[in-house]
């Protein structure tokens, strides 16, 4: 059962501003140390800003599908958006309040981009078919 959906889209200009801007302070505050290693892997600045801005869109997504928002109860680098084997985008939560919440659920996420945006969608489903409130 469908218990959340979030979509976001964020133009890549106005996270490379940001980058730009805030360097390592601003990576900090939107990566996880382990998407941090990623982000430093891609040769060139435009992929970096790609994939930033993806990951950045899946965040806001998630926070969306769970309807917490970010400031509160979870920051953006609480939410990790890392690749499996096959390269698909897989959620984890480092935040234990969210984390207890949530983790008798399912997140589905797909992330994509253009020249100037990038978009992810993300659904959050229950495992059990029992309700759950988030």
Not at 66 to 72: A, D
Request: aromatic fraction near 6%; hydrophobic fraction near 40%.
């Amino acid at each position: 059962m469908i218990v959340g959906i979030g979509c976001d889209l964020v133009e890549l200009k106005k996270i490379e501003d940001s980058f730009q801007r805030g360097k390592e302070a601003f990576l900090r505050h939107v990566l996880s140390v382990r998407e941090q290693e990623v982000f430093y892997q891609f040769k060139t600045e435009r992929r970096q800003i790609e994939w930033l801005s993806g990951r950045f869109a899946a965040k806001e997504a998630y926070s969306k599908a769970v309807g917490t928002g970010f400031g509160g109860s979870i920051n953006l680098n609480d939410i990790e958006v890392l690749s499996d084997q096959l390269g698909k985008p897989v959620i984890a939560i480092s935040n234990s309040a969210i984390l207890r919440v949530t983790s008798d659920m399912a997140c589905h996420v797909s992330i994509t981009h253009t020249d100037v945006t990038a978009g992810a969608v993300v659904i959050i489903e229950n495992k059990h078919r029992g309700r759950v409130t988030l």
